[in-house]
């Protein structure tokens, strides 16, 4: 069956410093979503990318999905104590999805 | 926009009694998903309904079921609960996959 992975599972940084959060699969995805969960509170939906190589931001979240679309990544730059969370990824293959265990991000102040 | 409402926030419940937890999805959304998180296992897949069907099913035994209804709002039950089954139960809405999924608050379910 198909496996997938989310590395690390906890990071923590000092504010301004980058965070970067990988999710891998076994087999080819047809797209993949990335969500942030603040402490307490629910998943929210940042981004969706469905094209191989595609890169995509929003203001200091970078977005990317690899060529052979088994693979992802969500960089941050300069972390703020705003990015605190866990942030998920869900991995589309057609019909079926997954989610990552989710990389949780602390931000010293 | 009202977002997803799910209803009730906090149930405490027996072990081997049964529980219905109740979701409504954003007006015109027709897609509804439930999931379960557990700090444990994380966020775990528990099926999917697209006008009325299940569309989708995760690895879950049969003592999870649900339904939904053709105002698009679900439904969740769990039979004979568990020990095992305390987690917080969301539940999601889409109009099209390519939007995401926008989540409820979720009820978290304690079983004593």
């Known amino acids: 069956g198909q496996q997938v992975m989310q590395i690390p599972q906890y990071q923590h940084v000092q504010e301004g410093e980058d965070f970067t959060t990988y999710c891998n699969s076994s087999?080819?995805?047809?797209?993949i979503q990335w969500y942030k969960q603040r402490p307490g509170g629910h998943p929210v939906f940042l981004i969706q990318?469905?094209?191989?190589?595609e890169v995509k931001k929003q203001k200091r979240l970078t977005f990317q999905f690899g060529e052979a679309k088994k693979n992802s990544s969500l960089h941050i730059t300069a972390t703020q104590t705003t990015d605190v969370g866990t942030y998920f990824c869900?991995?589309?293959?057609?019909?079926?999805?997954?989610f990552g265990s989710g990389t949780k991000l602390n931000v010293k102040p | 926009k009202a977002g997803v409402t799910q209803t009730p926030r906090y149930l405490i419940k027996t072990r081997g009694q049964q529980v219905t937890l109740s979701c409504s999805p954003i007006?015109?959304?027709?897609?509804v998903s439930w999931y379960q998180q557990t700090p444990g296992q994380g966020l775990q897949f528990l099926f999917e309904?697209?006008?009325?069907?299940?569309?989708n099913k995760g690895n879950f035994p049969g003592r999870f079921s649900g339904r939904q209804f053709s105002n698009s709002r679900s439904e969740m039950n769990v039979s004979t609960l568990e020990l095992g089954d305390s987690a917080l139960y969301l539940c999601?809405?889409?109009?099209?996959?390519?939007?995401?999924?926008?989540f409820g608050s979720g009820t978290r379910l304690t079983v004593v």
């Open positions: 869900r991995m589309g293959n057609f019909n079926k999805f997954y």
């Open positions: 007006s015109g959304h027709r897609s």
């Open positions: 309904y697209f006008s009325e069907t299940q569309r």
């Open positions: 087999t080819t995805l047809s797209n």
């Open positions: 990318l469905v094209k191989s190589g």
């Open positions: 999601a809405s889409s109009f099209a996959e390519r939007d995401g999924y926008t």
